[in-house]
């Protein structure tokens, strides 16, 4: 058994000893939206209680802008437990979130845009 960096217990074999739906108090509704591209990152403020390693280990992560999936990959936790775990943060004031901006989308009809995927999938083959 070895002990992570970050504070979680994880087993070679078996993965992390803690189950997911324990780390979030068995909640999976994240009180905040989030998308799995949204970037958080630590606005300095620690929450006035103390929350658990996990929130410890999410603020560290967020020292820089992050993706919601990176969190997640990172603390291998199931993308749902880790928004529950960011938006604890975002109520706290101890993270900001930024979604990704929508991206201008192209016709599905725009002959251009069929073009470009014909001829790369013809490259392709």
């Not at 390693?53 to 880790?82: F, G, K």
């Not at 929508?102 to 725009?110: K, L």
Request: aromatic share 4%; hydrophobic share 45%.
């Amino acid at each position: 058994m070895a002990h992570s960096e970050g504070g979680a217990w994880l087993d070679d074999e078996a993965g992390r000893l803690v189950r997911p739906y324990t780390v979030s108090n068995g909640r999976t509704q994240p009180s905040a939206h989030f998308d799995l591209l949204t970037l958080v990152m630590a606005t300095g403020v620690r929450p006035q209680t103390y929350l658990g390693p996990d929130y410890d280990q999410v603020l560290a992560l967020c020292d820089a802008p992050v993706s919601v999936a990176e969190v997640a990959a990172h603390l291998r936790l199931p993308a749902v437990i880790t928004k529950v775990l960011l938006s604890d943060l975002v109520t706290h004031q101890a993270l900001a979130l930024r979604s990704p901006r929508p991206v201008e989308a192209a016709s599905p009809t725009d002959r251009n845009l069929l073009e470009a995927v014909l001829h790369g999938l013809r490259k392709r083959l």
